[in-house]
């Protein structure tokens, strides 16, 4: 089992940037990829990045793709986020798991899951 707790998140104007932070606890050599995802109101869960812990290979969505950046130290994940559009407020989930092959884009793929932090951004 493991814990991820997100924080990080708050309001933002429009061309502003943060970094969120995911701490992972628990039995966290059980997992070998971390990402986040994101859930704007009305809307279904989407990737936004992945982070493999051998090797450190990235991948984003292309509507975040040069403005994110995803890395880790230790047991924690950030998400660095620049350039914040109005497009981008939603609440940020923290996700691990364990996969053999390419990390998935699939919310479903996750077997653990932060509480999320809210990020919202004005025009």
């Known amino acids: 089992q493991v814990q991820l707790a997100e924080s990080g998140g708050g309001l933002v104007q429009a061309g502003d940037s943060l970094r969120l932070s995911c701490e992972a606890s628990?039995?966290?050599?059980?997992?070998?990829?971390m990402g986040w995802f994101r859930q704007a109101p009305g809307k279904e869960r989407e990737f936004a990045a992945t982070?493999?812990?051998?090797?450190?290979r990235t991948y984003y969505s292309d509507s975040v793709k040069g403005r994110f950046t995803i890395s880790r130290d230790k047991n924690t994940v950030y998400l660095q986020m620049n350039n914040l559009k109005p497009e981008d407020t939603a609440v940020y989930y923290c996700a691990a798991g364990f996969f053999y092959g390419p990390a998935p884009i699939l919310p479903r793929a996750f077997d653990s899951w932060g509480q999320g932090t809210q990020v919202t951004v004005s025009s």
């Open positions: 628990g039995r966290t050599f059980s997992k070998n990829v």
């Open positions: 982070i493999n812990w051998t090797g450190g």
